[in-house]
């Protein structure tokens, strides 16, 4: 069956960088827990062919980045994230891969909370400023999106540019930046995961659920402490749309 990406998909695997981002996906799913495909990093992952709706068979492998044994929090970021992405998808060969999480959103770009974003266009990086011309476009990245404007209508997902790097607060040089681009989604892993599963030739997806407002009074990190359980049950309920979406993929092509 082929899909609006004109690929056939039989295995789909998913990145999220928290735990309890995820943690509600993989049970509903029904996944179970395997062990490490590399047993020297923490991260997690689990593993099924879930019955869905749609009733065909599509395996799932999930992929969280695990909790750092030193400081003891979920390893947020791009190393962690392009590392545990990198060995699921050498041993799991995905035909679609999913990084799925939380993000900052933009008012000036009508963004709310709770809003959930596909990444179109391109992806970029913010605070990667490089003045030395030959690296300038590579600091910020322009990884090119999917187009899936089908899945994006029948899932009811906004549209919007991902802008990704390693620090959760915001100067003003990324406010700038980010006004410049027109970035709608701010998050921590998407734009590194664009880069390495285009170097895999992998079709790639960022589902991103807005938690905080980047551009209004309340700080990012009070908004997202405030909002993230709730949002993570939206991003849950819309990601399990998405798998029976993709599931009958042939209906969106
Ligand atoms: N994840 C959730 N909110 C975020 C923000 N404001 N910046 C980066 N990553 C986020």
Do not use: W
Request: aromatic share 10%.
């Amino acid at each position: 069956m082929k899909n609006e990406m004109g690929t056939d998909i039989q295995k789909i695997g998913f990145y999220f960088a928290m735990e309890g981002e995820g943690r509600d996906f993989v049970d509903r799913l029904g996944l179970h827990h395997v062990e490490p495909f590399e047993s020297r990093f923490p991260g997690k992952v689990f593993r099924g062919k879930p019955s869905l709706n749609s009733g065909q068979n599509i395996e799932i492998a999930v992929a969280f980045g695990g909790h750092d044994p030193r400081q003891g929090c979920d390893r947020i970021g791009t190393e962690a994230a392009v590392l545990a992405s990198y060995v699921l998808c050498s041993n799991f060969k995905p035909d679609l891969f999913i990084n799925a999480g939380t993000c900052g959103g933009f008012v000036k770009r009508g963004g709310s909370v709770g809003d959930l974003y596909i990444g179109t266009k391109e992806f970029l990086f913010h605070g990667r400023p490089i003045p030395i011309p030959e690296f300038t476009e590579f600091g910020i990245g322009r990884i090119p999106a999917l187009k899936a404007p089908k899945l994006q209508e029948r899932c009811e997902l906004k549209p919007g540019i991902v802008s990704s790097s390693n620090g959760f607060t915001t100067d003003e040089e990324e406010r700038a930046f980010f006004i410049r681009e027109q970035v709608d989604v701010k998050d921590m892993e998407a734009s590194a995961l664009a880069r390495l599963l285009n170097d895999l030739d992998t079709p790639f997806l960022a589902i991103k659920a807005v938690t905080d407002l980047v551009d209004a009074p309340q700080a990012e990190e009070e908004a997202f402490v405030a909002n993230y359980r709730s949002v993570c049950e939206k991003l849950t309920d819309k990601l399990l749309f998405i798998v029976n979406c993709l599931n009958g993929a042939g209906n969106l092509g």
